[in-house]
Structures are given as structure tokens and as C-alpha cells.
């Protein structure tokens, strides 16, 4: 029988102004024990700040947050644990690493501080080492370290005392993009491995839906939505989000229950809403969903085609009213003009107020 899943981290009606400005606006969400949770968004949407008002970094307005069963924070009661006593593992974008110090140094810092034996630091820090596949670095300096390097090293800082919360704030935002696909699939391998809680804070989804369960999609100080990455990604609620992942978001009209119109004549099929006609609506559509058609396709002028390897990106002009990003196939367009097909099921509608 699966196990019951136990709740790990409860953050409740967080709230954080910095003078007039509200960065955070009642943020709630819990992980579950092994789980990781994605705090995704534009720049300046709060990310950092809920990371650092966890770590005790930054003191919250309002709320409560409990980490383990344990309240580390409550605004009502007047609880505000010191950081050394939540008891978790961070990773900073900057990853922070001591140039003066050797690479086992900088590892054992968090046991150092906590005064455990030498002959165990050594121990632990071998271990953390091994896992972020540094084995036998200790005595190397950390100032002659690639991007890359600094960034395993700072891992195994977070890992070496065996937190059982680590928290990452963009720790590959330095790492070009074959080191980060590389990061995203060790560090995927070790949160399985050894099991740890974790919040990971991104703007990029791909690394969000490698390294999260859940995933938290915030504007502004506010969670837009909040799910598993299928869900955020396929079944956007709102504008922001299917923006967010790069869908193409035209406005148009109910003109029936399952038909948008953009322009007089120029409609779209789509499946069965509660909407009625005449409804203002947002329609968006994935780029990989803007299908190339040979005949009996929606009219489109070709503005402009970039190759990009696996696909061509593409800029279209739609019936001369709106235009669309697609993702194709690598072809040769011997045509200025086009065809396209939208699948019914491939349209989100939803109204223009949302
Ligand atoms: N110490 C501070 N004083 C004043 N404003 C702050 C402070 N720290 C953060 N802010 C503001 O709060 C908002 C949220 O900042 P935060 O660092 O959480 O954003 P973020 O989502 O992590 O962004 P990024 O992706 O750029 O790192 C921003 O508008 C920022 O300017
Ligand atoms: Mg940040």
C-alpha cells in the first residue's frame, strides 16, 4: 500500500512589503517530505524573497511557515527562528563559494560551525564530494574552479550536513547551456538518491519541470497558479501563465459555444465552452501547435523564419489580422505564403477578464 504523504513545509498567508511595496501578497503552498517545489516567474516576482523569509533570511510581514512540524514563523505568536536553527540547506545564484579556502574547507564550513569532530567532517565531506561527482577535491583551491565547478562545490556545501530542506535560488543562471542540462540531470539523480525536500527558483520551466513535483507560477508578489508541471503547462488558467510558457495569445470573440472569431470571417474552432456569444476571449496556442498544412488551412503570410537546429521559429501573418509564432519542422518555404490548421483541443479559450 503507497504511503500516506506527509506534509514537510507549510508556508500560510505570507506577506512582505519593503516600505510601500508589496513583494509578497498571501502566499500559501506546502511540499510534501521528498518532494520539490518550482517557484517560477518573471523577474521581480518574489522568488528570492520566499526563499530567503524560509531560510530566515528575511523577516515576513504576516504569516507562518513550518518546516518538519516545527513553526519556525509565526507572525500571530511572535515566532522567528534564527536561521542555524531551521536547519536547511541553501545554494545562492552567486553560489558564495571562499576563494581563500580549498574546496574541502569550503564544503565542511557548515559542519565546521556546527562542531562536529574533524575526523567526521572529513568523513561527510567526502561523501558530498563523491555525490556531486568531485570525489578527491578536497585539497584543490576553490579559486581555480570553472562555473561548473564552483557550482557542484556549492551543491555539496548545501548537502554535507545532511539538511533534510535544501533550497536553490537559480544556481545555474552562470552555467552555459550544455553545463546546465548536465546540472539539471545530476541534480534530478541526487534529489532522487538521497531524497531531500527541496525549492528550487527559476525563470527557466524546462529546469522547474525537471527538478519539481509541483510547481508555483507567480506575477508580482502573487501565485498566478499552482500544479504539476503536465498541468501548468497544458492547462494554463490565465493569460499570465500560458504567456509565461510561450503560448501565442490572440483576442477575439465567442461568435458560438465552440467557435472564436477573430476578424469578420476569420474564425476558429474550438472545443465546447460555456461561453456565450459574443464573450470577449483570450485564445492561446502553443507554437508546436500551429500546424504547416498543405491545403484547406487558415491563409498566412511568412514575416520572418529563423533556423534554431531542431526547429525552424516562425513569425506569421494570419488572414492579414494577427500574428503567430509557430515552431516547425526544418523545411525549405519556396512560397512567401502558407497554410495553417489549429487543432479544436489545441485552443485554450478562456474569457478576457481573467
Ligand atoms: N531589500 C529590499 N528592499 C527593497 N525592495 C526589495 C528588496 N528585496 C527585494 N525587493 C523587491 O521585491 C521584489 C521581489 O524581489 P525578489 O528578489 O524576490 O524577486 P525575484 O523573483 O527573485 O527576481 P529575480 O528573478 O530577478 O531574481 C522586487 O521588486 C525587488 O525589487
Ligand atoms: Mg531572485
Redesign the pocket.
Known amino acids: 500500500m503507497a504511503q500516506p504523504r506527509r506534509t514537510f513545509v507549510r508556508v500560510k498567508n505570507l506577506s512582505k512589503s ?2 510601500a ?1 508589496q ?2 501578497k498571501s502566499i500559501s503552498f506546502s511540499i510534501d517530505a521528498g518532494d520539490g517545489l518550482a ?1 517560477l ?12 523569509c524560509i531560510a530566515g533570511l ?1 523577516t515576513p510581514d504576516a504569516g507562518l511557515i513550518e518546516i518538519d512540524g516545527k513553526v519556525v514563523f509565526d507572525s500571530a505568536r511572535g515566532i522567528d527562528l534564527p536561521p542555524e536553527k531551521r536547519e536547511l540547506g541553501i545554494v545562492f ?1 552567486s553560489y558564495a563559494i571562499w576563494p581563500h579556502m580549498t574546496v574541502g574547507e569550503n564544503v565542511g564550513l557548515p559542519l565546521k560551525v556546527r562542531r562536529v569532530s574533524k575526523s567526521e567532517i572529513e568523513a561527510r565531506v567526502e561523501e558530498a564530494l563523491t555525490l556531486v561527482g568531485l570525489e578527491g577535491w578536497q585539497g584543490r583551491s576553490a579559486m581555480a574552479l570553472s562555473g561548473g565547478q564552483q557550482q557542484r562545490v556549492a551543491l555539496a556545501r548545501a548537502i554535507v550536513h545532511h539538511p533534510r530542506l535544501v533550497l536553490f ?2 544556481p545555474m543562471s552562470n552555467l552555459d547551456t550544455q553545463l546546465r542540462e548536465d546540472m539539471r540531470m545530476d541534480l534530478r539523480q541526487l534529489q532522487e538518491r538521497i531524497g531531500f525536500t527541496s525549492v528550487y ?1 527559476t ?1 527557466d520551466h524546462g529546469e522547474a519541470f525537471a527538478l519539481a513535483r509541483n510547481v508555483l507560477v ?1 506575477n508580482r ?1 502573487l501565485v498566478e497558479m499552482q500544479g504539476s508541471p503536465d498541468a501548468v503547462y497544458f492547462k494554463p488558467h490565465k493569460p499570465f501563465v500560458a504567456k509565461f510558457f510561450g503560448y501565442n495569445i490572440l483576442k477575439g470573440t465567442m461568435s458560438s459555444a465552440d467557435e472564436v472569431e477573430f476578424a469578420p470571417g476569420l474564425r476558429l474552432r474550438v472545443i465546447l465552452t460555456d461561453l456565450a456569444a459574443g464573450t470577449p476571449v483570450h485564445a492561446c496556442i502553443r507554437k508546436e501547435d500551429v500546424l504547416f498544412c498543405e491545403s484547406d488551412g487558415l491563409p498566412c503570410e511568412i514575416l520572418t523564419h529563423i533556423f534554431q537546429g531542431s526547429h525552424d521559429e516562425m513569425l506569421l501573418r494570419c488572414g492579414g489580422v494577427f500574428d503567430l509564432r509557430a515552431h516547425w519542422e526544418p523545411r525549405r518555404y519556396d512560397s512567401p505564403s502558407c497554410q495553417i490548421t489549429i487543432a479544436p483541443e489545441r485552443c485554450i479559450v478562456m474569457p478576457a477578464n481573467l
Open positions: 519593503y516600505g511595496f513583494a509578497l517557484l516567474g518573471p523577474s521581480g516576482c518574489g522568488k528570492t524573497t520566499i526563499l530567503r528575511e545564484q535560488d537559480e527558483v525563470h507567480m508578489g
